[in-house]
C-alpha cells in the first residue's frame, strides 16, 4: 500500500469547485468556494484543512479542488499559505465569503429586503472581480473599477453591521502599523462620510427623490443638455430643417446654437445613417442659466420646397425655405436638475403657422403663453438628461451617450469657466429683421437674405457657414421666405467660423433677392439690394457685439458683386452719421451705389479667445505705438473685462514686464505695472478664471524673462505695507497681499534668472531687501491702526511664498522671519488668523527641515498652550479649539514621517508643554462635542509617538512636586478610563479602536511602573492612585471592543494576529501589581473585589486560572486582619449576581472557580472548612443566576418568574435581605407585565413582612424601587400595604385585601390616630364586601404537569407541578401553550404514573391533565349559614391539595351494568405552598392515592346530582331572567329514564338480594343511597314548578310530557324509598336574609366533577369529565363534555352503544328537539348556556337592576374538612388508602415557607390571544418529531488515514448547476 505524501508547492492551496459532503468523520466537508490547504496526497485524494477552520483536518477528493497559486511558508506544522493574488482581488474575496455567511441568515431570517440588496451587491463585485483578474483593462478603467469596487464594499460592510475599512487615496486597505494616528482618524472620518453619503443616496434613490442630485451638479460649474430625437410625427410633404435650441422666454432670446437636422419627405433622417443616432449636447451651460426663471426647448421646422405646398400646374420653383411651425418644451426642471431620467421620452407638441406669413418668433412666444396646444397627434418625440461637467468630461462620464459622433452645439457666449485650451473663433450672426420697399411689384416682395464671407479682394471664403451643429460648413446661407411680407422679421442665427488670419481682412456680405413661385419667373430675379459689414473696426478692435442697422445699397446686380463698389463705404447707419458729421457733405449718392430706403438689422455676438473688442486693452498690447497714453492705458487696464484680458494673458503679461524693464532707470510705470499685476493675479484667483491658474505657472516658468523684476516687485511691496496707513493705499495693498503667492514667483523666478546670468550678485541686497520687507510687515501686525484686513490678509497669504522664496533664501533665516512676524501679533488679535497662518506654515517644505523645526516647533507649542488653557476667557471657543487641534494634529502627522530627520527632542518638546493641556482638554470636552474624536486622536498620537525614554522624561519632569506627579497620574488613569467606558469612536472603527488600545495599554503599563518604583513604599504610598490604577486596568480589560469572543472567527483571527489578545497581557499586569501591593491588600477589600472578579469572568481560560486565585488570596488578607472574611463574601456574592446578570460568566468559570479555589482553600489551616462552604455557596448561587440569565431575555416572561424565584429563595436561604428583595421586585414586575395583579400583591407583601410597625429607620436596601418616599419602617411598610390592597383589588382578591386592610386599619386606628386615611380605608373595605358578594368571580382550572425524561433540565426532570389556569382557559390551550415552550416533547396519552423506562429515556414527555382543588374552608365558616357566593372563593383560592380521580375496572364488564365493577382511582396531591401565591404554579412535594368501591361512587354522584338540581333551583328562583333551557336539560335528563336509564343503573347494581348478600358490608351504604334517591324527588318537584312558571307556550308540551314522566318517577320512588319532604319550602327561603347576595356562580364545565365514564378495554377511562374524579350517571347525555379527550378514550364497543342509545331516544325527546328547533334555542351543554349568559369575558357585567339580591340562608355547610361535622345527607366515604408515594425520590420543595425547596418548574408561555384548538387533530402529537437515535460510527477506520475506495468523481454539470444554486456563494 502505498502512503500518503506531501503535496508539492503549486498543490498547496486550493478553492472547491463543487460541495461535498463528508462520508465519515475522517472525511472534510467542503462548500463551494472554500478555501483549502492541502498537506498530502494519496490517488485522488487530498488532506487538509478548510481555512475558515484549521483545527478541524480531514480528507477529500482532488477532483473537487482548483488550485490557486499561492506564497507558502515554513514546514511541517508551521506550514502557512497567502493566496498571491491582487490585494484588491483577495479583499473582494474574503468580502465575498464573509457576506454570503450572512445572506444566507437574511434568507433564514426572511430579510427579503437586505437580501436582494446584498445578492445584488455580490453579484456585482463577483463580475468586478472577473474583470480584474482578466488582466484586459485599460489603466484609467482599471483605477476606476477599483473606486466602484471599495465604494461597494464599505456600502456593504455598513448595512451589515459589518467594520469600517479605512483606505488611503488608491483604494488600498491601510496597515495601522505603517500609518500616523492622524492620518487613521481622517482616514476612518472621510470613509464613514463617503458611506453615510452613500446611504443618503440609497435612501433617495429608495424614496424617488434624488435630494443631492442638485448639489451635486450646483458643485461641477458646467454642464449640458443631451438631446437624442426619437422622431418627427408630422405632415411635412416635402423635406425640412429641423432646428433645436435652448430659449429664454423671458429674455427672448436663444441662449445655445441650433441643432440641425435634415428631414427628407419620406419622415426618415436624410441621412439614413444617423437614424437612431440623432443626439447632441448643447454644451457651456452654468449657474447662471440653471438659475433663470424659464428654460425652454425649442424646435423649429422650416420646409425646404416650393413656395406653397397646394398643386400647381406650372413648374413651381424648388428649394425655397418656408416657415411650418414649432414645437416648444418647458425643460427647467430638467435644468434644474430636479428630474433626471434618461430613458424617458417626452412628446413636444407641434404647433404649425397659421398661415406662411406668420413669423416663427411670434409663433414660438405664442405656444410658451399658451396653456395648450391643439397637435392633433404631431410633434417631436425626445429625451432629454443634463449631464454634469464639459463636453470632454461628458465624453469620458457618458460614453454611452456621448461618443465622436454627437453633435456639439455650444452656448452663444463663453461658458461661466474659461478653460486655458479651449480656443475659439465663432462670430454669432443673427438676421433680426427688415423692411422692403415693393419697388414696381404690385405686391410686397418675397425677401430672400442670402449671408455669405468674402475678403478684401472679393473672394469668397468658403465653409466657414454654419446653420447648426450637427451639419457640414457651407458658404452661403439662404434665410427663410415670408410671402408678400413688407416687414419680415426672421430671427434666424448662424455661427460664422473664420480662421484668426482672415478676420481683419473679411466682411459679411448681405444680399436680397426676391423669390417667385413660378421656376421660368424666379430665374429672372436678380440681386436688387446688398448690405455688408466689416469684422475689424478701423481702430483695430472685433465688430462690437449687438445689434447693427445696416445701410442697404442698390445698384446694377453685376456692379453689386464688385467688391470694390462697396467696400469702401459705410456699412452701418452709425458710421454714415460720424462720416456725416465729420465732413458735413451729404452721403446719399455714393458713385454707383445708392443707398436705399429699405432697412435692415442684424445682432452679433463675437466668442473669440484671440480677438478683442477691447481698445484698452488693444492700446497696452500696442503701447510702444504710443507711450503718451501708456498710463492711461495701464490705468484703464483694470477696468477691462476678464475675459478679455484672460485671452490675451501671455502678451499681457509681456506687455507689462516689458514696460517694467524698458523703464528700469525710472520707477514711473513701476508701481502701475505692479498694480496691473495684481489685478491679473487676482482676476486668476476667481473662479471663473481658476483653470487659468496653469497657464499662468507656465508662462512664469517657460516664458517670463524680466531678471530685475525682482527688485522693483520688493520695492513697490513693501511701499505699500510702509505706507498702510495712509488714506487710499490699504485696499490695494490688501488686493496685493492677497496676491502675494505668485507676486513672489514672480520675485523668485526673477531672482533665478538673474542668478543664472550673474551668478550670486547682489546676493546680500535681495536678502535685506526680504528681511526688510518682512520687518516692514511685522511693524504693521503689531501697529495698533485700525488695519484688520490687511493683518488678515497677511496672515492668510504670506505662508503661500515659503516654498517659492526657499529656493533663494536660507531656510533657517526664513524660519526666523515668520518666528517674529507671529510673535508681532499680539495674542488676544486675530487668534483663528494666526493659527490658520501656523498650520500653514506646518503645511510648507519649511518645516519638513530639522534645523527649521528647531525654530518654529517652540514657538508654535507656545502659541498652543497658551490658547488651548485660556480657551475659556475667549470667543469663539469651538472653532479656535478645532484649530488648535489641526495645528497639533499636522505637526505630529509631520514627525511620524520618516524623511523628516530626528524627530526624538521635537516629540519631547510637545510631551512637556502640551500632552497635559490635552489630557485636560479631552476630560474637559464633552461625549457630545464634535472635536472630541480628534483631540483622542490627538492625544493618542503624542503616546504613540512617545518612546520608552519619553515616559521616564515624563516623570522626572513632575517629580519636583510629588503632587503634581500623583495629579497627573490621576487625571491620565481617570480620562483612559472613561474614554474605555465610553468609547468616543463608534463600534466600527475597529482599527481606530485597536489602535488606540493598543497605545493606552502601553502607557498603562509605562505608568504601572512608576506605580511599583515610586508609590509602593509605606511612606509614599497612594491609595487612591493605586485604586484607579486597578479600576482603569480592569475597565481596559473589559470593553466590548476586546471581547473577541464576540466576533467572527475572521475578525478575531485579524485581531490576535495583529494585536494579540490584549486582555491577557492586562489581565497577568493586574495579577502582578496585586501581588506587589504586599500588606496594604488589605486597605483594597472589598473594594476591590468587583473589579477582580469583572477580570476573572471574562472568557479566556488561562486568564482565568491565572487571576482567581487571587480571590482566595482577599480571603487571607481578611481573614488575617479580622478572624474571617464576611466583607469579601458579601462583596463578591453582591458583585457576582449584578455580573452574571449582565451577562458575564459560564460554565466553565463556575467550574474553575470551585476547583481552584477549593485546592487553596483545603491546603489551608485555618480556611478549610469555612473557605470550602463560601466556595460551595457561591457554585450553587452561580446555578442559579446562570439559570436565571439564560432565560432572562426569553420571551416567556413566566420562564423568567420560575429563575427569578429560585434566586430569591437562594438568597433568602442565606439570608441576604437586600439581594432578596432586589429580585421580589424584579418578580413583582414580572408578574404587573403580565397582568398577575394577584401574584404580584403576594410578591411584595414578602417585602412588607420583613418590615415592622415602627420608627426604626429604614435601610437603603428596603427601598429599592423608585416611588417609595420613606424614612422610617412603618412608613414603608404602610405605602407597600397600600399597593398591595390596590394589586389584591386589581386581582378580585377582596378577601386578602380585607385582610391586609384589617392590619394597617388596626394602626390607623390605635397607633397613628390617622382617623381620615381610616375613615377613606373602611370606605375601600365597604366596597371589597360588596364585590364579595355581588360580583362574579370566573373560576380558573388547576392542572397538574409532569415532566418526564431525562430531556428536560435538572429542575424540572422527573418532577409534576399544579398550574393554577388562566380565566376561562381549557385545558387544550394551556396545553398547547406548554407543548410550545417544548415543542419537541411528546405528550403522554395516559394519567397513569409514568414507568421508569419513560423517566430513564432521553427524550421529553409532558403529562398534563386537570385536577381539582380540595376546598379547605376557613374555620370562621364552620356550621354557620353562609352564601354560596363568599364561599366559592375558597374552591379555587388557598388551596393547596388537589385531586384527580381515574376510573379503574376490577373483572369483567358487565354488558347489561357497566356500574356494578367500575371503582375510582382517586389520588391526592399535595403541593408546596397555597395556590395563588408568588407563583401561579409549585411542585408537588407528596402524594397518596385511594380507591373508591362502585357504591361509594354511587353515593357522591348522587349527591353532587341533588346538589346541582337545588343549586339551579335557587338560581332561578333569585334571578327570574336566567334562561330556561340549561334547567330544561337538567330536569328531562333525570325524570325522563328514556335518555340515560336514571338511577335505574344504580338498583340494578347495588340493590339486589345477591349483592347485599355478598356485601352485607355496605348495606348501611345502600340505605344511605336509598335516601338519596327518595330525597332527589322535593328538589325535581321545586324544579318542575320553576320550570312550569317560566315555559313558553312553544315548549309546553316538552313540559308536560317532562310532568308525566316525573310523576310516573315520583310514585315509584315514593312507594320504594318513602316520602321526603323539604324543612322549609323554596318559596319560603327567599327574604330569610338581607337582599345583599347574589345567585350562586356555577362553575364552568371544566371545574365540575366527573362526568358519566365508560371505561375502555385496557382500563382506562374513555371519558374523563373536566375535572376527572366524580361520575354523573344520572345527567342527560347530551350535556357530557369531553374536556380530557387526549387522555381516555372509548373504546369500539362504546361508541357503538352510544349511537343505539341515540337512536332509543323516546318520541318526546323527539319533539323537545324540534320544539328547540323552531324556538331558535340552542340545545348545548347547561354549564356553557350559564357561562355564556353569566361570565362570559365577552359580556359585561350584568346591571344591579338585573341582580337578585338574596339566596337562602338557612342551608348550613354540609362538610366540615376537620371535624366530620354531620350533614343532611349520607356521611361522607372514608375509603381506604392504596397508596402514598412522591413523585421523584428525594424531592426538594419550592417556595417561601421551606428554604430546602430549591427548584421552580418552568412557567408557560404567555397567553397572547384566543385560538380555537377545538381543529387541532386528535393524533397531532403523533405528528411532533422525536430526536433520532445517533447514527452507527462509519465503517472505515484510518490509521494511516487512506482512503478504502476510489473518490467520487466531480458531479455532472447538471447537479454541479444545482449544487450552485443551492449553496448561492462561497460562504
Request: charged share 25%; with cysteine.
Amino acid at each position: 500500500m502505498t502512503r500518503w505524501v506531501p503535496t508539492k508547492k503549486e498543490e498547496k492551496y486550493g478553492v472547491s469547485i463543487y460541495n461535498y459532503d463528508a462520508k465519515g468523520p475522517e472525511e472534510l466537508s467542503l462548500q463551494i468556494g472554500e478555501t483549502v490547504h492541502i498537506l498530502e496526497t494519496h490517488e485522488g485524494w487530498y488532506r487538509g484543512y478548510s481555512l475558515r477552520k484549521k483545527s478541524k483536518k480531514g480528507i477529500f477528493p482532488s477532483s473537487y479542488i482548483e488550485h490557486k497559486d499561492a506564497q507558502v511558508e515554513g514546514k511541517g506544522q508551521h506550514e502557512t499559505v497567502t493566496p498571491t493574488e491582487v490585494p484588491l482581488v483577495q479583499e473582494v474575496t474574503t468580502t465575498l465569503r464573509e457576506w454570503s455567511a450572512i445572506w444566507k441568515q437574511l434568507f433564514i431570517h426572511d430579510n427579503r429586503e437586505t437580501f436582494n440588496r446584498v445578492r445584488s451587491m455580490m453579484y456585482d463585485l463577483i463580475e468586478w472581480r472577473s474583470q480584474i483578474l482578466s488582466g484586459t483593462l485599460p489603466q484609467d478603467e482599471l483605477k476606476e473599477l477599483k473606486q466602484k469596487i471599495t465604494s461597494r464594499i464599505d456600502y456593504g460592510n455598513r448595512i451589515l453591521g459589518l467594520d469600517l475599512v479605512v483606505r488611503d487615496d488608491d483604494g488600498n486597505t491601510l496597515d495601522p502599523e505603517q500609518t500616523s494616528t492622524i492620518s487613521l482618524f481622517r482616514a476612518h472620518e472621510k470613509a464613514a462620510k463617503q458611506v453615510e453619503e452613500r446611504l443618503q443616496e440609497e435612501q433617495s434613490q429608495k424614496q424617488n427623490i434624488d435630494v443631492n442630485r442638485q448639489d451635486k451638479f450646483a458643485a461641477i460649474p458646467s454642464f449640458a443638455v443631451y438631446v437624442n430625437l426619437k422622431n418627427v410625427v408630422c405632415k411635412i410633404g416635402e423635406d425640412a430643417e429641423v432646428l433645436m435650441s435652448l430659449y429664454d422666454p423671458v429674455e427672448c432670446k436663444f441662449i445655445s446654437e441650433n441643432y440641425l437636422v435634415r428631414w427628407s419627405s419620406s419622415g426618415l433622417p436624410k441621412d439614413i445613417d444617423k437614424l437612431h443616432n440623432l443626439r447632441a449636447v448643447l454644451t457651456d451651460l452654468g449657474s447662471k442659466d440653471s438659475a433663470r426663471e424659464k428654460i425652454t426647448f425649442v424646435c423649429q421646422i422650416i420646409r425646404v420646397g416650393r413656395m406653397e405646398l397646394r398643386e400647381n400646374t406650372k413648374k413651381p420653383t424648388s428649394g425655397l425655405r418656408r416657415p411650418f411651425g414649432v414645437a416648444v418644451m418647458d425643460v427647467t426642471d430638467i435644468l434644474k436638475g430636479k428630474v433626471d431620467d434618461e430613458d424617458k421620452q417626452h412628446f413636444i407638441p407641434f404647433q404649425p403657422v397659421a398661415g406662411e406669413n406668420d413669423f416663427l418668433q411670434t409663433v414660438i412666444n405664442k405656444v410658451i403663453a399658451a396653456k395648450e396646444v391643439n397637435h392633433k397627434g404631431q410633434g417631436l418625440w425626445v429625451t432629454l438628461k443634463r449631464l454634469p461637467g464639459d463636453v470632454t468630461q461628458i465624453r469620458k462620464d457618458f460614453p454611452h451617450l456621448v461618443d465622436r459622433t454627437t453633435a456639439v452645439a455650444r452656448k452663444m457666449g463663453f461658458p461661466e469657466i474659461i478653460m486655458p485650451g479651449d480656443v475659439r473663433n465663432d462670430i454669432y450672426v443673427t438676421l433680426v429683421q427688415g423692411d422692403f420697399d415693393k419697388g414696381n411689384k404690385t405686391t410686397h416682395k418675397n425677401v430672400e437674405v442670402t449671408l455669405s464671407v468674402y475678403d478684401e479682394d472679393g473672394k469668397r471664403l468658403e465653409g466657414v457657414i454654419y446653420a447648426g451643429a450637427g451639419d457640414e460648413g457651407i458658404s452661403e446661407y439662404r434665410s427663410v421666405i415670408y410671402y408678400q411680407v413688407k416687414q419680415p422679421r426672421w430671427f434666424e442665427t448662424v455661427k460664422v467660423a473664420i480662421p484668426i488670419e482672415e478676420v481683419n481682412r473679411s466682411h459679411l456680405r448681405f444680399t436680397f433677392r426676391h423669390r417667385s413661385s413660378q421656376e421660368s419667373k424666379d430665374k429672372s430675379e436678380k440681386i436688387f439690394a446688398l448690405a455688408f459689414v466689416k469684422l475689424m473696426r478701423y481702430d483695430g478692435t472685433t465688430l462690437r457685439d449687438g445689434e447693427h442697422d445696416l445701410i442697404v445699397y442698390k445698384a446694377e446686380a453685376k456692379k453689386l458683386e464688385d467688391v470694390a463698389t462697396y467696400l469702401n463705404l459705410p456699412c452701418t447707419k452709425l458710421e454714415l452719421e460720424e462720416r456725416h458729421s465729420s465732413s458735413g457733405k451729404s452721403m446719399q449718392n455714393l458713385g454707383i451705389c445708392a443707398i436705399s430706403k429699405d432697412s435692415f438689422q442684424i445682432s452679433t455676438l463675437v466668442c473669440s479667445t484671440k480677438l478683442t473688442q477691447n481698445v484698452d486693452l488693444l492700446g497696452l498690447l500696442k503701447w510702444r505705438s504710443n507711450t503718451s497714453m501708456l498710463q492711461q492705458n495701464l490705468k484703464q487696464l483694470m477696468k477691462v473685462d476678464g475675459e478679455e484680458v484672460v485671452k490675451f494673458l501671455q502678451d499681457t503679461l509681456d506687455a507689462l514686464f516689458n514696460i517694467m524693464m524698458e523703464n528700469s532707470e525710472c520707477d514711473t510705470f513701476d508701481t502701475l505695472v505692479f498694480d496691473a499685476l495684481v489685478f491679473i493675479i487676482g482676476l486668476i484667483a476667481d473662479r471663473k478664471f481658476q483653470h487659468f491658474n496653469p497657464v499662468l505657472e507656465t508662462y512664469i516658468r517657460k516664458h517670463f524673462s524680466a531678471t530685475l523684476a525682482y527688485i522693483k516687485l520688493t520695492k513697490v511691496l513693501k511701499n505699500y505695507v510702509d505706507n498702510a496707513e495712509k488714506p487710499g493705499v490699504i485696499d490695494q495693498l490688501c488686493r496685493a497681499l492677497k496676491a502675494v503667492e505668485y507676486i513672489f514667483k514672480f520675485i523668485v523666478r526673477s531672482r533665478i534668472l538673474f542668478i543664472q546670468l550673474y551668478e550670486n550678485k547682489g546676493g546680500a541686497e535681495f536678502v535685506e531687501s526680504i528681511v526688510q520687507l518682512f520687518q516692514s510687515v511685522s511693524v504693521m501686525m503689531n501697529s495698533t491702526s485700525d488695519l484688520r484686513n490687511a493683518k488678515e490678509a497677511a496672515l492668510m497669504f504670506l505662508p503661500m511664498i515659503i516654498n517659492d522664496l526657499k529656493q533663494v533664501f536660507e531656510a533657517k533665516e526664513l524660519s526666523i522671519l515668520f518666528t517674529d512676524f507671529i510673535h508681532n501679533v499680539p495674542m488676544d488679535r486675530l487668534v483663528q488668523n494666526k493659527l490658520t497662518c501656523l498650520i500653514d506654515i506646518i503645511h510648507s517644505d519649511l518645516f519638513t527641515q530639522h534645523d527649521c523645526r528647531e525654530i518654529l516647533l517652540p514657538m508654535m507649542t507656545e502659541q498652543l498652550k497658551f490658547y488651548m488653557e485660556s480657551q475659556e476667557e475667549l470667543r469663539l471657543f469651538c472653532s479656535l479649539l478645532r484649530l488648535c487641534c489641526s495645528l497639533l494634529s499636522d505637526i505630529l502627522e509631520v514627525l511620524y514621517r520618516n524623511d523628516v530627520g530626528p524627530t526624538h527632542r521635537h516629540v519631547q518638546l510637545i510631551m512637556e508643554k502640551l500632552l497635559r493641556t490635552v489630557n485636560r482638554t479631552v476630560i474637559g470636552l464633552g461625549r457630545d462635542s464634535e472635536l472630541i474624536g480628534n483631540f483622542v486622536a490627538t492625544m493618542t498620537a503624542i503616546l504613540r509617538q512617545m518612546e520608552d525614554y519619553h515616559y521616564g522624561h515624563l516623570i522626572k519632569t513632575f517629580w519636583k512636586m510629588r503632587s503634581d506627579v500623583v495629579d497627573f497620574l490621576m487625571e491620565t488613569f481617570i480620562m483612559f478610563k472613561d474614554l474605555i467606558g465610553k468609547n468616543v469612536y463608534p463600534s466600527d472603527w475597529i482599527i481606530m479602536n485597536m489602535m488606540q488600545n493598543k497605545v493606552f495599554l502601553r502607557a498603562i503599563n509605562q505608568y504601572a511602573d512608576v506605580l511599583n518604583k515610586r508609590f509602593l513604599d509605606q511612606a509614599n504610598f497612594e491609595l487612591q492612585l493605586w485604586n484607579n490604577y486597578f479600576h482603569l486596568a480592569v475597565a481596559f480589560l473589559t470593553q466590548d471592543s476586546l471581547q473577541l469572543e464576540t466576533f467572527s472567527s475572521a475578525k478575531r483571527a485579524k485581531i490576535l494576529n495583529k494585536y494579540a489578545d490584549m486582555r491577557r497581557q492586562i489581565g497577568f499586569e493586574i495579577r502582578d501589581m496585586w501581588y506587589n501591593l504586599g500588606q496594604h491588600k488589605i486597605k483594597f477589600i472589598p473594594e476591590m473585589v468587583g473589579p477582580i472578579l469583572e477580570m476573572t469572568l471574562i472568557p479566556e481560560t488561562e486568564l482565568r486560572k491565572a487571576t482567581i486565585p487571587i480571590f482566595f488570596d482577599m480571603m487571607q488578607c481578611e481573614f488575617h486582619s479580622t478572624r474571617s472574611f464576611q466583607m469579601f463574601e458579601n462583596a463578591i456574592i453582591t458583585k457576582l449576581d449584578h455580573e452574571v446578570e449582565g451577562g458575564r460568566g459560564d460554565e466553565q468559570y463556575k467550574v474553575l472557580f470551585e476547583k481552584i479555589l477549593l485546592e487553596h482553600c483545603r491546603k489551608h489551616k485555618y480556611l478549610a472548612k469555612s473557605g470550602e462552604a463560601f466556595v460551595t455557596l457561591v457554585y450553587r448561587l452561580m446555578e442559579r443566576l446562570l439559570d436565571y440569565r439564560t432565560i432572562m431575555h426569553d420571551e416567556n416572561k413566566e420562564n423568567r418568574m420560575s429563575c427569578t424565584v429560585n434566586v430569591l429563595n437562594f438568597y433568602k436561604e442565606i439570608e441576604r435581605e437586600e439581594m432578596y428583595i432586589r429580585y421580589l421586585y424584579k418578580l413583582c414586575e414580572l408578574h404587573k407585565e403580565c397582568d398577575n395583579y394577584t401574584e404580584a400583591a403576594y410578591t411584595l407583601l414578602l417585602h412588607a413582612k420583613l418590615l415592622k410597625w415602627s420608627e426604626e429607620p429604614c435601610a437603603a436596601h428596603l427601598t429599592q424601587r423608585d416611588g417609595y418616599q420613606a424614612t422610617t419602617q412603618g412608613q414603608l411598610k404602610e405605602q407597600l400595604c397600600h399597593e398591595i390592597i390596590n394589586y389584591f383589588d386589581k386581582g378580585k382578591m377582596w378577601e386578602e385585601a380585607i385582610a391586609l386592610g384589617k392590619e394597617l386599619a388596626e394602626q390607623y386606628e390605635n397607633e397613628m390616630f390617622d382617623y381620615e386615611q381610616l375613615s377613606s380605608l373602611l370606605r375601600k373595605h365597604a366596597l371589597f364586601y360588596e364585590n364579595i358578594v355581588r360580583v362574579i368571580r370566573p373560576k380558573p382550572d388547576y392542572f397538574a404537569v409532569g415532566y418526564f425524561g431525562q430531556g428536560f433540565p435538572t429542575f424540572l426532570r422527573n418532577k409534576v407541578f399544579m398550574y393554577r389556569g388562566k380565566e376561562y382557559e381549557r385545558r387544550e390551550d394551556f396545553e398547547a401553550r406548554l407543548l410550545t415552550q417544548f415543542p419537541n416533547a411528546e405528550k403522554m396519552k395516559t394519567t397513569s404514573p409514568p414507568s421508569d423506562d419513560i423517566k430513564n429515556s432521553a427524550g421529553q414527555y409532558i403529562q398534563c391533565f386537570t385536577v381539582k382543588p380540595v376546598l379547605e374552608l376557613p374555620p370562621k365558616f364552620y356550621n354557620k349559614p353562609v352564601s354560596d357566593q363568599i364561599l366559592s372563593f375558597y374552591t379555587v383560592n388557598e388551596v393547596q391539595r388537589f385531586q384527580y380521580s381515574r376510573p379503574i375496572r376490577k373483572g369483567e364488564k358487565d354488558p347489561d351494568n357497566e356500574f356494578s365493577n367500575m371503582w375510582i382511582e382517586r389520588t391526592t396531591y399535595v403541593i408546596a405552598y397555597k395556590l395563588p401565591g408568588i407563583l401561579r404554579w409549585f411542585e408537588v412535594i407528596s402524594s397518596s392515592t385511594i380507591e373508591i368501591s362502585p357504591l361509594e361512587n354511587a353515593i357522591e354522584t348522587m349527591q353532587l346530582t341533588n346538589e346541582k338540581i337545588n343549586t339551579m333551583v335557587k338560581q332561578h328562583l333569585n334571578d327570574l331572567s336566567l334562561p330556561i333551557n340549561p334547567l330544561s336539560l337538567l330536569l328531562n335528563g333525570i325524570v325522563d329514564p328514556a335518555v340515560m336509564g336514571g338511577f335505574a343503573n344504580y338498583e340494578k347494581a347495588f340493590f339486589t338480594e345477591k349483592y347485599m348478600q355478598e356485601h352485607l358490608e355496605d348495606l348501611d351504604k345502600i340505605e344511605k343511597l336509598k335516601d338519596l334517591i327518595a330525597w332527589q324527588i322535593p328538589y325535581l318537584a321545586e324544579g318542575i314548578k320553576i320550570h312550569g312558571e317560566k315555559v313558553t307556550e312553544a315548549l309546553r308540551p316538552f313540559h308536560e310530557r317532562m310532568e308525566a314522566c316525573f310523576k310516573q318517577l315520583k310514585e315509584k320512588v315514593e312507594k320504594q324509598y318513602g316520602v321526603r319532604t323539604l324543612v322549609s319550602g323554596m318559596d319560603d327561603q327567599k327574604g330569610s336574609r338581607p337582599k345583599s347576595m347574589i345567585r350562586s356562580f356555577t362553575m364552568p364545565s371544566s371545574s365540575r366533577p366527573l362526568s358519566v365514564v365508560s371505561v375502555s378495554s385496557d382500563g382506562t377511562p374513555s371519558r374523563p369529565g373536566s375535572d376527572g374524579f366524580i361520575l354523573e350517571p344520572l345527567l342527560p347525555k347530551k350535556a357530557h363534555s369531553r374536556s380530557q379527550d387526549k387522555l381516555d378514550r372509548d373504546d369500539v364497543e362504546k361508541e357503538k352503544k352510544d349511537k343505539k342509545k341515540e337512536k332509543r331516544n323516546s318520541k318526546h325527546q323527539e319533539i323537545f328537539d324540534k320544539e328547540l328547533k323552531a324556538a331558535e334555542i340552542p340545545l348545548q351543554q347547561p354549564e356553557a348556556v350559564i357561562l355564556s349568559e353569566t361570565i362570559s369575558p365577552l359580556r359585561p357585567q350584568r346591571p344591579k337592576s338585573q341582580v337578585v339580591s338574596a339566596i337562602s340562608g338557612d342551608r348550613r355547610m354540609s362538610t366540615s374538612p376537620s371535624t366530620g361535622a354531620s350533614q343532611p345527607g349520607p356521611p361522607v366515604v372514608a375509603a381506604k388508602i392504596k397508596l402514598t408515594f412522591p413523585p421523584v425520590p428525594n424531592p426538594e420543595f419550592n417556595g417561601m415557607a421551606s428554604p430546602e425547596i430549591t427548584n421552580v418548574p418552568p412557567p408557560l408561555p404567555v397567553k397572547v390571544c384566543t385560538s380555537d384548538y377545538g381543529n387541532i387533530m386528535e393524533n397531532q402529537e403523533l405528528m411532533i418529531p422525536t430526536t433520532p437515535p445517533p447514527p452507527p460510527p462509519h465503517s472505515r477506520h484510518l490509521p494511516p488515514p487512506l482512503p478504502s475506495k476510489t473518490p467520487p468523481p466531480p458531479p455532472p454539470k447538471a447537479a454541479r448547476k444545482q449544487a450552485s444554486l443551492d449553496t448561492g456563494l462561497a460562504p
